[in-house]
């Protein structure tokens, strides 16, 4: 699991000169927003965008992250203002809840528009 | 080229981040198209049914009521279930409404065959027990997919079920009315008031 992390890790982490060079109007690699780009803190965005809230143990299962690894990237994301975490105690047992906030919505809609327009703009220069 | 990895275009990279997002969301997501005011149109056909069938003179007179009773809410279930994934923008056929119907229809075709197997048998005290289990756990295993308070609906027609096999021959339609009927009718309220109608 952390190796396959990793892995994935580095493939986010080349920089966006190794890539293709975009045309001079194809959206920029530079604008895109690299917290939500890594992987797991996409997938941790992801899950909430399609929940109301989701518990620390649910979120756990739905990733398949480690509790360390979970809570800092959770953490990042909280400090980002993308997600809130609200810890509360169900009779003795405390539980954490993450709620996807407005910031964190908004971020994860203009991923995804600027995914499309990468997408879009190479359509139009294969058909041009 | 990376390392002499091919490093992949940028639109193709795109295209996965929108696959991986599409994805993560879809099992994420819990069923939340289970109708609440479409469970209360069951509820009332299954206390119409039950006080219908507890009046029948002939055994397949009780066991065509039920029929029929299952044959008119089948319909019902669907379309309401279809309408209210229709409004939050998804489908009954992928995701988790796959995944709730993966739950909940083989327990049902269960039921079904289980029905053929009884009634040519001729055991028919034991249709209720063995429709309600049947139900009760289609509703249980659909409830993983799903909303948390269908796990207490499927679990209380399951006890029901459970009633019924331990009474053969007895207050069939009372533990059929309140399963089908009382249980569908108060889950559906609930349903309705907790998860958008």
Known sequence: MAARQNT???RDQIPARTVARPAPHAPRPSALDRLIHDRTRLAIVSALAANATLSFTELKALIGLSDGNLSVHARKLEEAGYLTCLKAFEGRMPKTEFKLTEAGHRALRQY?????????????KTRA | ???????????????????????TMARSASFTAVPGRGGVAIGVIGVVAATAASQST??????????IAAVVAAPIALVAMHLKARTYGFTLWAGAGRRFMQGFVPALAGGAILTWAIVRAGDFDILPSAWLLAYGAGVLAGATASVPVL???GSGIMLLGAAAALSVGHWGDVWLGTGFGVLQIVFGIIIARKHGG
């Open chain 2, 151 to 153: 796990t207490w609906l």
């Open chain 2, 58 to 67: 002939t055994q397949w007179m009780w066991l065509g009521i039920w029929l």
């Open chain 2, 1 to 23: 080229m990376l390392s002499g990895v091919p490093v992949p275009a940028l639109h193709e990279r795109a295209a996965e981040s929108l696959e991986f997002i599409r994805d």
């Open chain 1, 112 to 124: 995804l528009d600027h995914m499309e327009a990468i997408i879009r703009h190479a359509r139009s």
């Open chain 1, 8 to 10: 994935a890790r580095k």
